[in-house]
């Protein structure tokens, strides 16, 4: 029957009771924005902008940004809205002309928005690459910082982004940025819970390392925890905080995210349909049901069970 639900669920995404919920994709690049676009979503909620420069041994021109930010909001001249995330390099993703060489803990370093400290130029004209595509395209255009760790960087981040006409948010994929929601939410227009990063900052484990799975698992109580604060202090502020992390393509956690009161959840394009599906089966209510029964489990194994005792699975 679940199978058969999936095939047939074409959206728009809603609970059970009618509650509208916002369903977003990831996107790398023109061509998987073009296919996600078919999709039952509403927009982009994660445009990851490094992976376009993955293998350009030179930062390319403003102009030449432009283009490559166009094809991907293209698709969503619509109605729809895209996320694009400024440049995360360094760490897992590694970046010719930006990636700080040599570091001891890559993934404690000079990453995401901290490579802009000592070169903000290279922000500057990626905003300005991402400005020009949001004019030419006309497509609603937000824009969000990865790796914030304080509210002066979220502060500075949204200044640059407003100058340029575009509604700025960062990224929750820092233990402290969660826990500072509430005065993140003072200075940006939304915030965009990364769990993957969130995860593995939050339990001090690798989210590469395949024998540390039992700790990078979005289900621990610490990381749920963190996830709910700052949902609240979305609902508080009357601001959009979604979910953009593997998190989000959890069809299960997906229910339990809703009831913490996430806005949207974004993922890859084939986890729409499945999570779509699951959360047209359940109400609200439900949802914040499964919220309680995660958040208050021990470890994750409890708490996929006890959401799914929830569900009724
Ligand atoms: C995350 O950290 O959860 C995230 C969405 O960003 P990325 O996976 O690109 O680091
Ligand atoms: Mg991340």
Same mark, same amino acid.
């Given at each position: 029957?679940?199978?058969?639900?999936?095939?047939?669920?074409?959206?728009?995404?809603?609970?059970?009771?009618?509650?509208?919920?916002?369903?977003? %994709?990831?996107?790398?690049?023109?061509?998987?924005? =073009?296919?996600?676009?078919?999709?039952?979503?509403?927009?982009?909620?994660?445009?990851?902008? =490094?992976?376009?420069?993955?293998?350009?041994?030179?930062?390319?021109?403003? =102009?030449?940004?432009?283009?490559?930010?166009?094809?991907?909001? %293209?698709?969503?001249?619509?109605?729809?809205?895209?996320?694009?995330?400024?440049?995360?390099?360094?760490? +897992?993703?590694?970046?010719?002309?930006?990636?700080? &060489?040599?570091? &001891?803990?890559?993934?404690?370093?000079?990453?995401?928005?901290?490579?802009?400290?000592?070169?903000?130029?290279?922000?500057?004209?990626?905003? +300005?690459?991402?400005?020009?595509?949001?004019?030419?395209?006309?497509?609603?255009?937000?824009?969000?910082?990865?790796?914030?760790?304080?509210?002066?960087?979220?502060?500075?981040?949204?200044?640059?982004?407003?100058?340029?006409?575009?509604?700025?948010?960062?990224?929750?994929?820092?233990?402290?940025?969660?826990?500072?929601?509430?005065?993140?939410?003072?200075?940006?227009?939304?915030?965009? @819970?990364?769990?993957? +990063?969130?995860?593995?900052?939050?339990?001090?484990?690798?989210?590469?390392?395949?024998?540390?799975?039992?700790?990078?698992?979005?289900?621990?109580?610490?990381?749920?925890?963190? @996830?709910? @604060?700052?949902?609240?202090?979305?609902?508080?502020?009357?601001?959009?905080?979604?979910?953009?992390?593997?998190?989000?393509?959890?069809?299960?956690?997906?229910?339990?995210? @809703?009831?913490?009161?996430?806005?949207?959840?974004?993922?890859?394009?084939?986890?729409?349909?499945?999570?779509?599906?699951?959360?047209?089966?359940?109400?609200?209510?439900?949802?914040?049901?499964?919220? &309680?029964?995660?958040?208050?489990?021990?470890?994750?194994?409890?708490?996929?069970?006890?959401?799914?005792?929830v569900l009724g699975h």
């Open positions: 029957r679940l199978r058969e639900e999936l095939a047939s669920w074409t959206g728009p995404a809603a609970t059970l009771d009618g509650l509208p919920l916002k369903l977003l %994709a990831n996107v790398a690049d023109g061509s998987s924005a =073009e296919s996600a676009g078919v999709e039952p979503v509403q927009g982009v909620g994660l445009f990851r902008t =490094e992976l376009c420069f993955l293998d350009q041994k030179n930062e390319p021109t403003v =102009e030449e940004q432009a283009d490559i930010y166009s094809a991907v909001l %293209a698709p969503y001249a619509d109605g729809r809205y895209v996320v694009v995330r400024t440049l995360d390099a360094g760490s +897992d993703k590694p970046i010719a002309f930006a990636t700080h &060489e040599g570091e &001891e803990n890559p993934a404690l370093g000079v990453r995401g928005l901290r490579l802009s400290f000592d070169n903000p130029g290279l922000m500057d004209r990626q905003l +300005d690459g991402i400005a020009a595509a949001a004019k030419s395209t006309g497509t609603e255009t937000w824009v969000m910082a990865p790796m914030v760790a304080t509210v002066a960087e979220a502060t500075d981040f949204a200044e640059k982004v407003r100058a340029r006409g575009l509604k700025p948010g960062v990224m929750v994929e820092i233990p402290s940025a969660a826990l500072l929601a509430h005065r993140m939410l003072e200075v940006v227009d939304f915030l965009s @819970i990364g769990t993957n +990063d969130l995860t593995q900052y939050t339990m001090a484990a690798d989210r590469m390392a395949t024998d540390l799975a039992h700790l990078t698992d979005p289900w621990q109580p610490a990381v749920l925890q963190l @996830i709910a @604060i700052t949902a609240h202090a979305g609902k508080e502020a009357g601001k959009p905080v979604g979910v953009c992390g593997e998190a989000a393509a959890d069809p299960l956690l997906a229910t339990a995210l @809703i009831g913490m009161g996430i806005s949207s959840l974004s993922m890859a394009a084939r986890a729409v349909r499945p999570v779509g599906a699951q959360l047209s089966r359940v109400s609200l209510e439900t949802c914040e049901a499964a919220a &309680e029964a995660a958040l208050g489990a021990p470890d994750p194994m409890a708490a996929r069970a006890a959401v799914r005792e």
